[in-house]
């Protein structure tokens, strides 16, 4: 695979994976997460109550914010709506507090010139999507000034995995759609930014599919999870001691399921800390 080198990234990438790496080092050696769990009630939040979190939203300079965004085309964008609040949730508590983010869960339009204060755009739907050409044009623009997309299907098959293709193409025509496999040297880090890992979650086959990554100025600017990622961040009561990673949102609390749940969200900080240094 023949990939360009990466070239220097504009100032708010820079930015972004200077706090990234800023964390990596200066976390105590040894830290364990799961075992400070056990030790003391952690601080707990819905995402219904993002608002009230004012740790996190008083103030989004020099923090990373992952944020939702509302496509004009018919969508469900705002399904599994406590799925970043716990995904960012569980990133503070695994880096004690630590990471620099701000939580904004509210959809941002894509044609909207807002979209160019974020590092990352995230994108979940059950729906074929088509995004307009307006929206197009603006994604253009955000992906060459070192913006990333993420998408994620959150059906994990089916009419949006098949929207990706096309509209890649309009957002980067020509482009090519690489499967991040761990044993692709261009892809390795996916799989080792935090967590070593062999391999993705072992969910269901349905969900077990790999990341795609099509590239814009040889960095890869459009990352397509096809596996739900966001059902298994999403919470139906909050995390407690006993019970570090809260109940899921969409299945029954059994060691099995959480197990597999731990495994997403290893793989889920390792691919924003991917997004942030790439």
Known sequence: MDFRPTPALPWPRRRAAALALW?????????????????????????????????????????????????????DWNTDPTALPYFFYQLRERTQGK????????GLSLSSPEIYDYPILYFTSHFPFTFSDAEVENLKKYLARGGTLWLDDCSGSGP????????????????KLFLMLREEKAFFDLFNMIYALERLPQLKEQY???????????????????????????????????????????????????????EVYQITINWLFYTLTH
């Open 23 to 75: 964390v990596l080092f200066t976390l105590p050696a040894g830290a364990d997460w799961l075992e400070d769990a056990s030790k003391s009630k952690l601080e707990t939040f819905s995402g219904s109550q993002a608002e009230q979190a004012v740790d996190l939203k008083q103030d989004r300079r020099g923090k990373v914010v992952v944020r939702r965004v509302k496509p004009e085309c018919k969508s």
């Open 208 to 262: 077990t599919k790999p990341f795609q990554a099509a590239y814009v100025n040889g960095r890869p600017a459009i990352l397509f999870c096809p596996n739900d990622y966001g059902c298994w961040w999403e919470v139906s009561s909050p995390p407690t001691a006993l019970n570090p990673l809260g109940n899921p949102a969409h299945g029954d609390a059994t060691p099995t399921f959480q197990a597999s749940r731990e």
């Open 99 to 106: 990471f620099p983010c701000y939580l904004d869960n509210e």
């Open 160 to 175: 949006f995995m098949e929207s990706v293709p096309g509209n890649v193409q309009r957002i980067v025509p020509g482009a």
